[in-house]
């Protein structure tokens, strides 16, 4: 009892706030990096990073296309730049990397927590003969699975890295999840995606995957917008088993 239709063979799950909750990590990071910059280009009269900038421009996205998205939602045009620019630089690689040190201190420091309700739930789709990969545009990801003991829980990861290396666009773009269905050789059609972001839940529809899954971890005006794209949204994966 998974709560997919008959014809799914694989899962493709997102990592960060649908398997474990580093969302949370990821949000505080953006903040604190995006507030530091603000302030220091406006001034104390700055307008601050709110949360719906961040489920807007920043959620699920490769670091560089959340930044970049960010600045423009502001009118702010900072160069590209090179991803090897120090956490200083001005530049929409600076500002990300400056960001990728935040997330990897505040996970230093706390820890990595998980759904428990999503690790028994990819665990009874294992059990119940699918395949499992996790696609993620984080460039962290072996290391959260390896923290929190779950690499063996997936057949195949699309992760930043990986997507950086085959030149892969990021979410909203299916590619990442198309990729990760090809690795288990799953026709995208027989595949369901687990998602938690909106450019997540649009891939998942552009892709046209089997049976797109939204996983509402904020409002209810995030769940109204996951809805537009995914075929179902819960709270939990938990609720999936249920029925
Ligand atoms: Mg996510």
Redesign the pocket.
């Known amino acids: 009892m998974l709560g997919l239709p008959e014809t799914i063979e694989c899962c493709l799950f ?5 398997i474990t909750q580093t ?1 949370a990590v990821h949000a505080a990071a953006w903040k604190k990096m995006f507030d530091a910059y603000l302030r220091e280009r406006d001034g104390e009269g700055y307008a601050p990073f709110t949360m719906d900038d961040y489920a807007a421009y920043v ?2 996205k490769r670091r560089e296309d959340g930044t970049r998205s960010f600045l423009e939602s502001r009118g702010i045009d900072l160069p590209q730049g090179s991803p090897d620019d120090g956490p200083g630089t001005a530049s929409v690689f600076g500002l990300g990397n400056r960001k990728n040190e935040l997330v990897l201190k505040l996970i230093d420091e706390d820890g990595v927590k998980v759904f428990d309700g999503s690790v028994d739930y990819v665990r009874a789709a294992r059990d119940a003969g699918l395949r499992t990969a996790v696609v993620s545009s984080s460039a962290n990801t072996r290391q959260v699975l390896e923290v929190t003991g779950l690499t063996d829980l997936f057949d195949a990861r699309v992760d930043g890295v990986i997507a950086a290396e085959r030149g892969l666009p990021g979410k909203p773009a299916p590619d990442t999840f198309l990729e990760g269905a090809r690795e288990l050789g799953v026709a995208a059609d027989r595949a369901a995606v687990y ?3 909106i450019s ?1 839940v649009q891939a998942g529809r552009s892709g046209n995957f089997g049976y797109v899954i939204g996983v509402n971890r904020n409002d209810d005006a995030h769940g109204r917008r996951l809805a537009q794209y995914a075929d179902r949204v819960v709270h939990d994966l938990s609720e999936l088993r249920e029925g």
């Open positions: 997102d990592l960060d706030g649908v969302a959620d699920g998602e938690d972001a997540g």
